[in-house]
């Protein structure tokens, strides 16, 4: 069958199979390799992307179901060049080491700090909690999207007293 | 000499003011990977490139009746499926364990495992390979299966190892060590002994990218690339070379960016082979990825020891000896990844932190029809065992005595001038000075305040607990003259090369999963050669770019390869200083060394920089006498001693008495490293361990149903600590150096994994203890608490 979509703001349109898995789409069909694939279940959360905005499992998610949407990658975060706060916050706090959760983790860090700009510990903590980590033990984590979530503030209040 | 450090906790340490070399500092591979340009494995894409999927047991002990792959091999995508019979013919079906064992590649007589690699498809793509396993007809008549380990040895006992000759039982090894008459007579007279039964469980190194390889097979030049999920690059391209026959020269393993290790991607597993088979039968390129499921029930385990401890001590608590009984279950084939001379790995190390007598250890292990394995998951073989089992009798000991248990182990510690201390069972722990540390945890803790609050809440029925653990592993594994892997010497090689423009390159034989060694390594050759990380690039993990070495494992990278870097820079440095010294035309002996650049005794002005010197070595113009050009230099480094990390943790818990659910409050966790090369990536080494600690001693067990069939082999049956589970780490440091590492680092990687269980484990026992129970088995999980709390703890298995 025939699927169109947009992808990180490009207009795409490929032949594949009903079945097709969208993190199989990204990831076989388009190279978008960024997206990572950890599990069977549903449970890792290493293939977390955007449809519409909303944070999905990719592995849940058939590429079929995806036509005429909007998909967001963690190739699709960094805008014209310039690293997105949540990028920066976890080089700045150590928030990766082997970086195979990471993509995912930065999406819902997205996703949480567009709609909770100034989210608590626990408040981030849950919004993480259905994407394993195996190496960070999560507190770094934690730290870097506080670290985004304040530079953003910090950011704002500049825009703002120059407006 | 003891430095005592403590972070505050929502920071980090500052770079010393250093400007290179030691200390916090961003780690160089991070760029890449926020930007989902790491390059793992299942990113590799070649072109023609097919996929490989693997047929599995279903059932844990079956003689194989017949195998029908005609359906699968008229499927139209199908390009090779292949069966153990097929390699047989080719004397592939079987391989080499890392522990002199063998192996299936694929069944050819029976399966031994549920899970076994019975058969392989290669086809277009992945689906179509996973269609066409389902497509293979294979007729298992189906065996008694052993997976009670406590009956392996029942005489009735169906033989699990028929394919060895003669073999007629499913007796695996037998091993001893320490005194077993001494320690006798120090039980016989001491006046308390305290003993019990403990299970460290089966458990799973789960990292978060599963194994697999890409193998592309050039039949023209007969050269074999494999891109594969291996923590030791270059072992594995030997092992391959002896397992296949192929020639050394000819064979490149790349291990690309790793999506995590723990030691499950030590051994080679059946898999990899089939994909290199795989790639010479049809000349293509051939991918392989297993899913969640294979990694779980099929890859290396962790642990899987029955232990009986006990101690003796005098009645005010002096600890006289330790002795103890193993049961241990090695699986279907003795897969452990261990030095050779010791296979129960550096269990002997279970002496722990303490001035002993007399110590003793007898082992016994057996074959099941289980997955192999005996990876060492985040620790360095079987320390994590030895550990768990000092610090859980040590605790049973203070409950029998009604001592506080930091007292009591402060009372027994090794002190400060016996190291190097030779432990009753052969170790030399090269140094430790541990009651700075012990007492630096209590510290952070706020432990009195802690034992007030307790009495308070207990007074009210609430259920708290506060476990300590205090550890010494031995890692950096190891002087070549008693230890090695299937005959490789346990040494790294480390080449430096520094360009004329004065940026380097460092190559490594070691290979990160996830501990920054881009970062760190870049790091310690600056400290010893004064130009910037930033200007070092470290490459690693490809056999054609680096030089020959163990590979990352055991906490080695750092013990063992960084100080083949810091080496390999010195040696440079040594070159430098000849050419320094022809370039300000007065004797080496004049010379001195500020990081970056020597100058002249007493005269600062008059002075070359590291990057004068590179362009002066590579340039034209004279060098002095005997001075050869370039500035480069390459080591073999082969550490005279292991290096012996210490730590001490607390844990706080609460335990809900209406539904016995376990949360860690507090984790204080102190750790002596030795030297800090930086602190940031220590700290998340640590925080990582101690979250599989959590996992462990609450969650994590890969368990199996009488028929064998494994009930830990998805994500939602073998659980892995969330965000939720644990709790915002403190941590702290003290500094005691190792005195044989060039720069005296200890490694760090593993600390927590080894040290955190014991402590959670003592926790929850402590908040048992109106219950008047004194032990309860890991995975500490509600319906087990709630079993303990009835006074009727049980074993895991
Ligand atoms: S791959 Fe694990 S949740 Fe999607
Ligand atoms: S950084 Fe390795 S799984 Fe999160």
Not at chain 2, 24 to 50: H, S, T, W
Not at chain 2, 398 to 413: S, W
Request: charged share 25%; proline share 6%.
């Amino acid at each position: 069958m025939r699927v169109s979509m947009t992808v990180n703001g490009e207009e795409i349109t490929r032949e594949i199979e009903g079945r097709l898995l969208l993190v199989h789409f990204l990831r076989d069909h388009l190279s978008l390799t960024g997206t990572h694939w950890g599990c069977d279940t549903s449970n890792c959360g290493t293939c977390v992307v955007w449809l519409d905005g909303e944070p999905v499992k990719s592995c849940t998610v058939l590429a079929a179901m995806a036509g005429g949407h909007e998909v967001r990658t963690v190739e699709g975060l960094e805008r014209d060049g310039e690293l997105d706060p949540v990028q920066q916050g976890f080089m700045e706090c150590h928030g990766l080491q082997c970086g195979f959760c990471t993509p995912g983790m930065l999406m819902t860090a997205r996703a949480l700090l567009d709609r909770n700009p100034s989210p608590s510990e626990a408040e981030i903590r849950e919004a993480i909690s259905g994407q394993i980590c195996r190496c960070t033990g999560y507190a770094t984590i934690v730290r870097s999207v506080r670290w985004a979530a304040a530079r953003e503030a910090a950011d704002s209040e500049t825009t703002g007293s120059m407006s | 000499m003891t430095t005592v450090g403590h972070r505050p906790l929502d920071g980090f340490e500052d770079n010393d003011q250093k400007p290179i070399g030691h200390g916090r500092m961003l780690r160089k591979e991070d760029p890449r990977f926020i930007r989902g340009m790491g390059r793992y494995c299942d990113d590799v894409q070649l072109p023609g490139m097919l996929h490989m999927a693997v047929l599995r047991s279903p059932v844990a002990h079956a003689r194989i009746v017949s195998i029908d792959t005609s359906a699968a091999e008229a499927h139209p995508k199908v390009k090779a499926v292949v069966t153990g019979a097929a390699l047989a013919e080719k004397g592939l079906a079987w391989m080499p364990t890392l522990s002199g064992d063998v192996q299936a590649v694929l069944a050819t007589d029976k399966v031994r495992f549920q899970g076994q690699e019975v058969a392989f498809v290669v086809a277009e793509d992945r689906y179509a390979a996973r269609d066409a396993l389902e497509l293979i007809d294979v007729e298992y008549d189906v065996l008694e299966p052993v997976i009670d380990v406590r009956k392996a040895l029942d005489p009735a006992a169906p033989v699990i190892r028929d394919d060895l000759e003669g073999k007629q039982n499913n007796h695996c090894f037998d091993w001893e060590t320490g005194d077993a008459e001494a320690t006798e007579a120090v039980f016989a007279s001491a006046d308390v002994v305290v003993s019990e039964d403990i299970v460290y469980p089966r458990v799973h190194p789960a990292p978060m990218e599963t194994c697999g390889c890409v193998a592309d097979y050039d039949r023209v030049e007969g050269r074999l690339t494999l891109w594969s999920t291996s923590q030791a690059p270059h072992a594995h391209r030997t092992l391959y070379a002896i397992v296949a026959g192929l020639p050394e020269h000819k064979i490149r393993v790349i291990s690309p960016d790793l999506g995590g290790g723990f030691g499950g991607k030590v051994p080679i597993y059946p898999g990899y082979v089939c994909a290199i088979v795989g790639s010479i039968v049809t000349g293509k390129p051939v991918k392989w990825m297993e899913d969640r499921s294979e990694n779980l029930t099929s890859t290396g385990f962790a642990r899987d020891y029955i232990m009986r401890g006990e101690i003796a001590a005098t009645r005010d608590g002096r600890i006289l000896a330790v002795r103890t009984n193993v049961l241990a279950d090695h699986g279907a084939f003795n897969g452990v990844a261990a030095p050779v001379k010791y296979p129960a790995g550096f269990f002997g190390v279970f002496t722990g932190s303490y001035d002993l007598q007399a110590a003793y250890c007898k082992m016994t292990a057996v074959f099941t029809n289980k997955a192999p394995g005996g990876v060492a998951y985040a620790c360095s073989f079987r320390i994590t065992e030895a550990v768990y089992l000092i610090e859980r009798i040590v605790d049973c000991l203070a409950y029998e005595l009604q001592m506080d248990p930091i007292e009591l182990r402060i009372k027994n510690f090794i002190q400060p001038d016996q190291f190097p201390y030779r432990t009753q069972t052969g170790w030399v722990y090269d140094s430790g000075d541990y009651e700075p540390t012990m007492r630096k945890a209590m510290e952070i803790a706020g432990y009195d305040e802690l034992r007030e609050e307790q009495a308070r809440r207990r007074a009210q029925g609430e259920l708290m607990g506060i476990g300590v653990s205090f550890f010494t592993e031995a890692v950096g594994a190891g002087p070549r003259k008693d230890m090695d892997i299937l005959g490789l010497g346990m040494a790294d090689g480390c080449e430096l090369r520094v360009h004329p423009t004065g940026k380097a390159v460092v190559r490594l034989s070691v290979q990160s999963q996830g501990q920054g060694h881009e970062t760190t390594f870049a790091q310690i050759v600056a400290e010893e050669i004064g130009i910037p990380p930033a200007d070092i690039d470290v490459v690693h993990g490809d056999t054609d770019q680096t030089p020959f070495g163990l590979g990352t494992y055991g906490s080695r990278s750092t013990p063992v390869s960084g100080a083949a870097a810091a080496l390999v820079a010195r040696k440079v440095r040594d070159k430098a200083r000849l050419i320094a010294s022809g370039m300000l035309e007065v004797s080496v002996a004049d010379l001195e060394w500020e990081k970056g650049s020597f100058h002249v005794k007493g005269d600062p002005a008059k002075c070359v920089t590291i990057q004068d010197i590179a362009m002066r070595a590579h340039g034209a113009g004279d060098l002095p006498e005997g001075v050869e050009g370039g500035l480069e230099a390459q080591i073999c480094y082969n550490p005279e001693n292991l290096t012996y990390p210490h730590g001490a943790y607390i844990c706080v818990v609460d335990i809900d008495p209406g539904t016995a659910q376990v949360k860690v409050r507090r984790f204080i966790a102190v750790d002596d490293c030795g030297t800090r090369i930086n602190p940031m990536i220590i700290e998340g080494q640590v925080h990582g361990g101690l979250t599989d600690g959590v996992g462990m001693a609450l969650m994590e067990m890969i368990a199996f149903d009488e028929d064998g069939n494994c009930l830990g082999g998805s994500l939602m049956d073998y659980l892995i600590p969330t965000s939720l589970e644990v709790p915002d780490w403190e941590t702290g440091f003290t500094v005691t150096p190792s005195p044989h590492h060039p720069i005296g680092a200890k490694g760090v990687g593993e600390s927590a994994t080894v040290g955190s269980p014991p402590a959670i484990v003592n926790a929850v026992l402590d908040a048992l203890k109106p219950f008047g129970i004194r032990h309860a088995d890991m995975p500490l999980t509600p319906s087990r608490v709630w079993d303990a709390m009835r006074g009727v703890p049980r074993p895991p298995i």
